[in-house]
């Protein structure tokens, strides 16, 4: 059996694997260093706010102090008269509606007559530093009108009339609702009423967000002669393209988007925010660059991250452990604005139909607007929220049947080149192979329900995509396009549309380039993120830039290989699939001894076929979804499987939880590179740790003061993990060669979230025998359960 | 505007910035170095962090008049020439700066406590990191790299291409389940 025939290495115990020697790879599968690695180490790296441009002015945003009202008046005149303010703009002159998802754009780059969040932009400023620009601010006069707020989804989906945050698409409708999902597979009640067990449960995951150490950033420049630039921290620059040219009428053939390094992103930075528009505005009513760099305060309230949700699970098993029917009701928290809410609203319930095998399943999933700044997606993009309670589920129904939970995953694995329940393609799939890992690992047999009372081990299992089918906006052109180009010297250009946010798919085409073209890497310049002169990739999310781009690298790396070959063949008087390019020679195959420099092997293919270079693309399987609406969404070339083991100890007395250590076992497909996969793994399980343990974006409620006020926008408030609150994380990398990703590569970068956060709450289970089913599982709430469940600290150090 | 004096990897500069910069601001706007970075301007996140009289310290939340007379040292000041400094070529073969954006300040608390304790345990490593927070690594590779350059402080400066970080992660083939 080939080891891409979809199935995974069947043959694998035997032929050597990526890395290995013999594998016949001599980049791909090795710990390498990556391109950009001492530009980061050394400071040289140049990222947006480390920009500065000659006669630059300095932008700042006036936000709404008010979490839902009507814009009465604005008066400009008092800060258009400050000395050093050259420009002042408002909603008014930039009063087209955009949205990352087509089919809903609802925000204007400034507010145009109604406010929705405390936050929200109003008007904004450049001036020749950041003190009169700040100054300038205070001296806009906004008149508002008040308007009730709506901070609690459920509220909000019951009113009955106006005013709604957004007007009804209907008359009739209720403006506070979004989207509705509501998707039935199989015959859930009757599944249901078959079932030997039915665990019922309510589960709160409360909201989180990215918090990239680098804010956001942005630098407008327009020439004069039309042509406007943008630099911006920005994950998706093809989408922001698109937009600034829509939304402030210019000719897309005359916006550059040029992304620089990026510090960090997870999903906040996926979409158009008000600097990108507002740098661009007033750079072109002065003639000057403007750069707005936000505040901490100011990414806290432009957020997009993480959707509260509360849900419902019904989940049915035979008397064995089978799973016989899965009923789930999901209430979302979107936020002001619908961002990408209609696709996080399908992937609430699309995504969970793997890796086990579901016979019925239903899911209904409501979103929300409130006055609160707007959710979006985040590592992990709408499925980390279902997962953490459908593990928890599924631990509970072990518990019930005295299954172990592992051997219960284990007997509802759904296979591989299989179909979900609700008509997913699965291709490759290691995840039997996670469970073995983080099992052995972990030492679970000797540790679960048998470690001393208060401390325990946990186990959870996912899936995610690996980019998706449909791309944002309708098209039949490529989702990711690559462009090469090669010098007399020997060195190879790469021209990539594709956003460097710290996963390193700079150096996975670097990579790609050196294992095909057989040059150094450091032969190869990677030259990206300028929309100028480089081919489209979509970008920086979904998990889609490895398997995507990677396939466009190749292909374009094949084709010019091609032209080298022939070249070198008709000067040899041999076949040209005899000539292989490897470790900076090209070689006659057999052992001839017959050989020349790479370098000279490019010189006679630009001698006889003229300028040598490629450009290479990929685009996705279409059609192989199910056929019902929403199908589509969900949809991804491949899949990635994950498992967690947790160990974590539970102080009864305080309700502190601290975690010694997570294994994380990841079937990526091939590790293209080892060091790099397992980074994404463990920042992967790092982020989960926080959001199981200490994250949540809140905001006041009217009883506290101040509705609709963050209740902690800064880094020592909103507490992320330090260096000494992070457990242990052991990265155990599963490869199953998947047949369509490049070498065999899925993603690694979002998968391996997911099972953090159950793993940990059925740990807490397996510690003390209480369930967490709201997040986070901070000291209070622990407590608060611990004492509910009758557990003191009496009990503490008692064997069991 | 005043007037500041400052000795910043080595060089005696002046230059004049608003009386209320921090020193944060007068080596990113007033001098050019762009290498530490603001994450939050309030001492929360440790981006900023350099080394002042051999202390790492939070640049964002100290005025530029403390630093006057004082040995400042950024990111841009670790390498020896063109050799990078262990930790900064540790850094890039452990893969442990993923965006890069908090790798400047991690750095300088890196060398402040390898320069007073040049063999520290992974404990005093993840002491010394506590108050530079990252988003990206979750930190062992961070650990790692520390520690592969504790083994060469005052050694070889750059190891070879290929040379490659400590043992790779393991990996196992999967089975082809689903048969």
Request: glycine share 12%; with cysteine.
């Amino acid at each position: 059996m080939s080891a891409r025939d979809g199935r995974g290495r069947a043959s694998g115990r035997d032929a050597p694997a990526a890395g290995q020697p013999g594998d016949g790879l001599s980049t791909i599968g090795r710990p390498m260093r990556k391109v950009d690695g001492l530009a980061k180490s050394t400071g040289r790296a140049r990222y947006t706010d480390d920009i500065r441009l000659p006669g630059m002015l300095h932008g700042k945003i006036l936000r709404s102090p008010h979490p839902h009202a009507r814009i009465v008046a604005i008066d400009t005149s008092r800060a258009e008269a400050l000395e050093g303010v050259h420009a002042v703009v408002t909603g008014s002159d930039m009063p087209t509606r955009y949205g990352i998802i087509p089919w809903t754009p609802d925000e204007y780059p400034l507010c145009v007559d109604r406010v929705r969040h405390i936050g929200d932009g109003v008007a904004a400023v450049a001036a020749v530093d950041e003190d009169t620009a700040n100054a300038a601010l205070d001296l806009i006069d906004v008149a508002y009108e008040e308007l009730p707020a709506y901070l609690d989804p459920h509220k909000a989906i019951a009113a009955d009339s106006g005013p709604y945050i957004h007007e009804p698409r209907k008359p009739g409708q209720n403006g506070n609702v979004t989207k509705v999902v509501r998707l039935e597979f199989g015959d859930v009640e009757a599944g249901l009423g078959d079932s030997h067990v039915v665990v019922e449960g309510d589960y709160f995951f409360e909201g989180t967000t990215h918090t990239p150490i680098e804010p956001h950033c942005a630098i407008g420049l327009a020439e004069g002669n039309g042509k406007l630039t943008v630099w911006s921290a920005t994950q998706v620059p093809h989408y922001l393209h698109r937009e600034l040219a829509r939304v402030l009428e210019v000719d897309p053939a005359h916006v550059r988007v040029i992304q620089p390094p990026v510090g960090g992103a997870f999903g906040g930075k996926s979409e158009p925010f008000d600097l990108e528009f507002c740098v661009a505005k007033l750079s072109m009513m002065t003639g000057r660059p403007v750069k707005i760099l936000y505040t901490r305060e100011e990414v806290f309230y432009s957020h997009r991250g993480r959707h509260p949700f509360h849900m419902r699970y019904r989940t049915g098993a035979t008397r064995d452990g089978m799973l016989t029917s899965v009923d789930a009701e999901i209430v979302m928290d979107g936020g002001a604005y619908a961002s990408f809410g209609l696709v996080t609203t399908y992937y609430a319930g699309q995504l969970l139909t793997a890796p086990y095998r579901m016979p019925a399943y239903r899911f209904h999933s409501t979103r929300a607007y409130t006055n609160k700044p707007a959710c979006g997606p985040k590592r992990g993009h709408g499925s980390v929220q279902p997962r953490f309670a459908f593990e928890v589920q599924l631990d509970r129904i072990a518990e019930r049947l005295e299954i172990d939970p592992i051997g219960l995953r284990r007997r509802n694995f759904i296979g591989a080149n299989t179909r979900t329940v609700n008509d997913l393609r699965i291709t490759s799939n290691g995840f039997l192979e996670c469970l073995d890992e983080v099992e052995r690992a972990s030492d679970w047999k000797r540790k679960h329900r048998r470690l001393p009372f208060g401390r325990g081990v946990g186990v959870a299992g996912s899936t995610y995509i690996t980019g998706t089918n449909y791309p944002i906006y309708p098209n039949d052109m490529p989702q990711s396009g690559i462009q090469l180009q090669v010098d007399r010297s020997g060195r190879v250009a790469v021209f990539s549309g594709a956003s460097e946010i710290g996963q390193g798919v700079d150096s996975m085409v670097a990579y790609i380039v050196a294992e095909e073209l057989g040059v150094p890497l450091d032969h190869v310049r990677v030259l990206a993120g300028d929309t100028d002169f480089t081919p489209v990739d979509l970008g920086a999310y979904s998990s889609r830039v490895t398997f995507m781009l990677g396939n466009a690298c190749i292909d374009a790396a094949r084709k010019l290989k091609t032209q080298v070959q022939e070249a070198v063949a008709a000067e040899w008087g041999v076949k040209p699939r005899e000539v292989l390019l490897a470790g900076g020679l090209a070689v006659q195959a057999g052992d001839t001894g017959t050989s020349m420099p790479v370098r000279d092997a490019f010189n006679l293919a630009e001698a006889a076929a003229g300028t040598l270079g490629a450009t290479g693309s990929y685009n996705t399987p279409k059609d192989v979804h199910g056929d019902y609406r929403g199908a589509t969404i969900g949809a991804s070339p491949a899949y990635s499987f994950t498992a967690h083991v947790a160990e974590v100890e539970v102080d009864v007395e305080t309700g502190f939880v601290t975690v010694d250590r997570i294994w994380i076992a990841h079937d990526c497909g091939r590790a293209l590179n080892p060091v790099l996969v397992a980074g994404q793994m463990e920042g992967s399980a790092y982020m989960g740790f926080a959001e199981a343990l200490m994250e949540e974006q809140i905001f006041k409620t009217e009883d506290q003061g101040r509705a609709g006020l963050h209740n902690a926008p800064s880094l020592l408030d909103y507490r992320i993990p330090t260096s000494l609150d992070t457990p242990a994380l052991e990265s155990l990398i599963v490869e199953s060669i998947d047949p369509e990703g490049p070498y065999g590569a899925k993603e690694a970068g979002e998968g391996p979230l997911h099972p953090s956060i159950p793993a940990i709450a059925n740990a807490i289970y397996d510690a003390v025998g209480v369930r967490m089913d709201s997040l986070p599982f901070s000291p209070p709430r622990v407590w608060r359960a611990l004492r509910s469940a009758g557990v003191t600290g009496a009990r503490r150090g008692v064997a069991r | 505007m005043e007037v500041v004096r400052l000795r910043v990897n080595g060089d005696e500069r002046v230059c004049g910035v608003p009386a209320h910069y921090t020193l944060l601001e007068t080596l990113r706007y007033g001098l050019g170095l762009t290498g530490s970075k603001q994450g939050c301007d309030k001492g929360d996140c440790g981006a900023c962090t350099v080394i002042v009289d051999g202390r790492a310290i939070l640049s964002c939340i100290t005025p530029v008049w403390e630093a006057e007379g004082r040995e400042v040292r950024t990111v841009e000041g670790l390498a020896r020439g063109t050799e990078p400094h262990p930790v900064q070529d540790e850094f890039d073969l452990n893969g442990a700066a993923q965006c890069g954006f908090c790798t400047p300040g991690i750095l300088c608390s890196s060398v402040a406590l390898l320069d007073r304790n040049p063999t520290p345990t992974r404990e005093e490593i993840r002491a010394a990191l506590a108050g530079n927070l990252c988003r990206c690594t979750g930190y062992a590779k961070i650990y790692d790299a520390v520690e592969a350059a504790a083994t060469r402080v005052g050694g070889e400066a750059r190891r070879p291409d290929g040379a490659g970080p400590g043992p790779a992660p393991k990996r196992t083939p999967a089975r082809g389940v689903g048969v």
